[in-house]
Nanobody
Framework: QVQLVESGGGLVQAGGSLRLSCAAS????????MGWFRQAPGKEREFVAA????????YYADSVKGRFTISRDNAKNTMYLQMNSLKPEDTAVYYC??????????????WGQGTQVTVSS
């Protein structure tokens, strides 16, 4: 079982930037598509971005397209989410996930514990 640990969350003003990291344990990190999801207070968890096993293709929710960039470094067992032009509505707990089915974005593997991102207006 892969363990995932997110970091990089925090408080930022609207228009600012943050970079989230997701560090994975285990040797199978590079075998799987990975993704980021988020959950705002009182709302369901939603898909944010996904990336194929080799980083060759990326997928984004419409709400973050053009502002967020997902990437991965398989040599470091780490995935990233660069978030620019942040908006108050981006405030949520952000989770990374392993082993996504990329047509449905269903997660079949591990989840991280989450990292809080708060964007002030």
């Amino acid at each position: 079982q892969v363990q995932l640990v997110e970091s990089g969350g925090g408080l930022v003003q609207a228009g600012g930037s943050l970079r989230l990291s997701c560090a994975a344990s285990g040797r199978t990190f590079s075998n799987y598509a990975m993704g980021w999801f988020r959950q705002a207070p009182g709302k369901e968890r939603e898909f944010v971005a996904a990336i194929t096993w080799n980083g060759g293709s990326t997928y984004y929710a419409d709400s973050v397209k053009g502002r967020f960039t997902i990437s991965r470094d398989n040599a470091k067992n780490t995935m990233y989410l660069q978030m620019n032009s942040l908006k108050p509505e981006d405030t949520a707990v952000y989770y990374c996930a392993q082993d996504l089915e990329l047509r449905t974005m269903m997660v079949f593997g591990s989840w991280g514990q989450g990292t809080q991102v708060t964007v002030s207006s």
